[in-house]
């Protein structure tokens, strides 16, 4: 895995993700819709708190038109809105709590 689009507005959530991100030699690419996405762009991690980002067509849009697997967090996951998510294109959505510090081994899993 060498880019990673980050659908982030949180500057914290974002400096902390890109962190662990360049310490695994990952390209990072802040993108804001997918006319942003790298070439060649595997995954894409979303805050699904944020607005614009938690959006079901601006998900579903990402996924369709990428084909790219979506990580999806939120400060608390709801059973309803995981199935929702994970209807429409998200392939893991996570605590926010728990996305920054578990980032490299879910990465290491879903490289095998």
Same mark, same amino acid.
Request: glycine residues 6%; contains cysteine.
């Given at each position: *895995?060498?880019?990673? +689009?980050?659908?982030?507005?949180?500057?914290?959530?974002?400096?902390?993700?890109?962190?662990?991100?360049? &310490?695994? $030699?990952?390209?990072?690419?802040?993108?804001?819709?997918? #006319?942003?996405?790298?070439?060649?762009? &595997?995954?894409?991690?979303?805050?699904? $708190? &944020?607005?614009?980002? +938690? $959006?079901? $067509?601006?998900?579903? &849009?990402?996924?369709?038109?990428?084909?790219?697997?979506?990580?999806? #967090? *939120?400060?608390?996951?709801?059973?309803?809105?995981?199935?929702? #998510?994970?209807?429409?294109?998200?392939?893991?959505?996570?605590?926010? +709590?728990?996305? +920054?510090?578990?980032?490299?081994?879910?990465?290491?899993?879903?490289?095998?």
């Amino acid at each position: *895995m060498k880019n990673i +689009a980050l659908f982030i507005k949180d500057f914290q959530k974002g400096t902390e993700l890109s962190n662990h991100l360049v &310490e695994m $030699d990952i390209d990072i690419t802040f993108a804001e819709s997918i #006319y942003d996405l790298p070439d060649h762009c &595997e995954i894409g991690i979303i805050d699904l $708190d &944020e607005e614009k980002f +938690a $959006d079901q $067509d601006f998900v579903a &849009e990402v996924k369709n038109q990428s084909g790219i697997t979506l990580i999806g #967090y *939120m400060d608390k996951v709801k059973k309803g809105l995981l199935d929702d #998510y994970k209807s429409i294109g998200c392939d893991m959505i996570l605590p926010k +709590a728990s996305i +920054a510090k578990n980032i490299k081994r879910i990465l290491i899993e879903m490289s095998k």
